[in-house]
Protein backbone atom coordinates (compact mmCIF):
# COMPACT_ATOMS: atom_id res chain seq x y z
CA UNK A 1 0.00 0.00 0.00
CA UNK A 2 0.83 3.76 -0.44
CA UNK A 3 2.56 4.14 3.28
CA UNK A 4 4.52 0.79 2.97
CA UNK A 5 5.69 2.45 -0.09
CA UNK A 6 6.72 5.62 1.90
CA UNK A 7 8.01 3.77 4.34
CA UNK A 8 10.12 1.55 1.98
CA UNK A 9 11.52 5.56 0.24
CA UNK A 10 12.61 6.19 3.79
CA UNK A 11 14.76 3.33 4.41
CA UNK A 12 16.03 3.64 1.08
CA UNK A 13 16.79 7.20 1.25
CA UNK A 14 18.61 6.57 4.56
CA UNK A 15 20.25 4.22 3.19
CA UNK A 16 21.64 5.67 -0.19
CA UNK A 17 22.46 8.87 1.80
CA UNK A 18 23.29 8.02 5.46
CA UNK A 19 23.46 10.97 8.32
CA UNK A 20 26.25 11.08 10.60
CA UNK A 21 28.20 8.01 8.86
CA UNK A 22 31.72 8.66 9.33
CA UNK A 23 34.44 9.01 11.86
CA UNK A 24 34.06 10.68 15.55
CA UNK A 25 37.74 11.97 16.07
CA UNK A 26 36.97 13.04 19.77
CA UNK A 27 34.01 11.11 20.61
CA UNK A 28 34.31 9.76 24.65
CA UNK A 29 32.45 6.75 23.62
CA UNK A 30 33.51 4.08 21.43
CA UNK A 31 31.61 0.68 20.83
CA UNK A 32 31.60 -1.99 18.03
CA UNK A 33 28.71 -4.47 17.91
CA UNK A 34 28.28 -7.22 15.46
CA UNK A 35 24.87 -9.23 14.12
CA UNK A 36 26.02 -12.63 15.12
CA UNK A 37 23.08 -13.95 12.46
CA UNK A 38 25.06 -12.29 9.34
CA UNK A 39 28.20 -11.27 11.05
CA UNK A 40 27.52 -7.50 9.84
CA UNK A 41 29.33 -5.21 12.16
CA UNK A 42 29.05 -1.37 12.87
CA UNK A 43 30.50 1.00 15.18
CA UNK A 44 29.11 3.93 16.80
CA UNK A 45 31.28 6.67 18.15
CA UNK A 46 29.82 9.13 20.57
CA UNK A 47 30.72 12.69 22.38
CA UNK A 48 29.35 13.45 25.09
CA UNK A 49 29.20 16.85 27.02
CA UNK A 50 27.66 17.37 30.09
CA UNK A 51 25.70 14.78 30.17
CA UNK A 52 24.25 15.42 26.66
CA UNK A 53 25.36 13.61 23.37
CA UNK A 54 26.32 16.27 21.41
CA UNK A 55 27.98 14.76 18.88
CA UNK A 56 27.53 11.03 17.41
CA UNK A 57 28.43 8.84 14.28
CA UNK A 58 28.16 5.41 12.94
CA UNK A 59 30.43 3.29 10.51
CA UNK A 60 30.34 -0.63 9.13
CA UNK A 61 28.88 -2.53 6.73
CA UNK A 62 25.47 -3.97 7.10
CA UNK A 63 22.18 -4.52 5.09
CA UNK A 64 20.12 -1.98 4.09
CA UNK A 65 17.90 -1.68 6.79
CA UNK A 66 20.80 -1.58 9.84
CA UNK A 67 22.25 1.09 7.84
CA UNK A 68 18.97 3.12 7.56
CA UNK A 69 18.32 2.19 11.03
CA UNK A 70 21.48 3.53 12.15
CA UNK A 71 21.15 6.70 10.30
CA UNK A 72 17.73 7.46 11.69
CA UNK A 73 19.61 6.85 15.53
CA UNK A 74 21.98 8.74 15.43
CA UNK A 75 19.55 11.75 14.28
CA UNK A 76 17.39 11.06 16.60
CA UNK A 77 19.67 11.07 19.87
CA UNK A 78 21.89 14.16 18.51
CA UNK A 79 21.42 16.52 21.48
CA UNK A 80 19.29 14.33 24.07
CA UNK A 81 20.76 13.02 27.09
CA UNK A 82 21.70 9.41 28.53
CA UNK A 83 18.11 8.56 29.61
CA UNK A 84 15.81 9.94 26.82
CA UNK A 85 18.95 7.92 24.56
CA UNK A 86 18.15 4.73 26.09
CA UNK A 87 14.52 4.96 26.62
CA UNK A 88 14.27 6.19 22.61
CA UNK A 89 15.82 2.83 22.28
CA UNK A 90 12.94 0.80 23.94
CA UNK A 91 10.31 2.49 22.65
CA UNK A 92 12.21 1.80 19.49
CA UNK A 93 12.07 -2.15 20.17
CA UNK A 94 8.20 -1.89 21.05
CA UNK A 95 7.72 -0.07 18.22
CA UNK A 96 9.31 -2.18 15.44
CA UNK A 97 7.88 -5.40 17.54
CA UNK A 98 4.47 -4.09 17.19
CA UNK A 99 3.56 -3.73 20.94
CA UNK A 100 1.39 -1.03 22.52
CA UNK A 101 3.45 1.62 24.13
CA UNK A 102 1.84 4.60 25.64
CA UNK A 103 5.02 6.66 25.92
CA UNK A 104 4.95 9.40 23.97
CA UNK A 105 8.02 9.54 22.16
CA UNK A 106 8.10 10.58 18.47
CA UNK A 107 10.23 8.94 16.46
CA UNK A 108 9.49 10.18 13.39
CA UNK A 109 11.21 8.21 10.39
CA UNK A 110 11.24 5.44 12.59
CA UNK A 111 8.16 4.49 12.13
CA UNK A 112 9.29 3.20 8.65
CA UNK A 113 11.23 0.81 10.19
CA UNK A 114 7.82 -0.89 11.56
CA UNK A 115 7.47 -3.24 8.96
CA UNK A 116 10.73 -5.19 9.92
CA UNK A 117 8.71 -6.81 12.80
CA UNK A 118 7.00 -9.08 10.10
CA UNK A 119 10.41 -10.24 9.43
CA UNK A 120 12.17 -11.43 12.99
CA UNK A 121 15.15 -11.97 11.54
CA UNK A 122 15.50 -8.11 10.62
CA UNK A 123 14.72 -7.01 13.86
CA UNK A 124 18.08 -8.17 14.45
CA UNK A 125 19.05 -5.83 11.59
CA UNK A 126 16.89 -2.63 12.67
CA UNK A 127 18.08 -3.00 16.75
CA UNK A 128 21.81 -3.53 15.48
CA UNK A 129 22.74 0.54 16.32
CA UNK A 130 20.35 1.12 19.22
CA UNK A 131 22.06 -2.21 21.04
CA UNK A 132 25.33 -0.63 20.16
CA UNK A 133 24.12 2.67 21.61
CA UNK A 134 23.14 0.49 25.04
CA UNK A 135 26.07 -1.76 24.95
CA UNK A 136 28.53 1.81 24.75
CA UNK A 137 27.18 3.13 27.68
CA UNK A 138 27.29 0.29 30.09
CA UNK A 139 30.59 -0.51 29.08
CA UNK A 140 31.36 3.40 30.30
CA UNK A 141 29.13 2.49 33.63
CA UNK A 142 31.24 -0.81 34.24
CA UNK A 143 34.54 0.91 33.61
CA UNK A 144 34.21 3.74 35.59
CA UNK A 145 33.56 1.38 38.61
FE1 LIG B 1 17.93 -9.27 5.39
FE2 LIG B 1 18.60 -8.11 7.57
S1 LIG B 1 17.75 -7.23 5.87
S2 LIG B 1 18.48 -10.24 7.20
FE1 LIG C 1 23.39 -8.15 8.55
FE2 LIG C 1 21.13 -6.95 8.40
S1 LIG C 1 21.76 -8.66 7.27
S2 LIG C 1 22.76 -6.43 9.69
Given amino acids: NQLDTLYRQVIMDHYKKPRNKGVLEDSSITVNMNNPTCGDRIRVMMKEENGIITDVKFDGEGCSISM ?36 DLDLEDAEALQGVSKFPARIKCATLAWKALEKGFKDELNHEE
Avoid at 75 to 89: F, V
Fill in 68 to 103: ASASMMTQLIKGKDRETAIKLAHRFYDMIQGNETDE
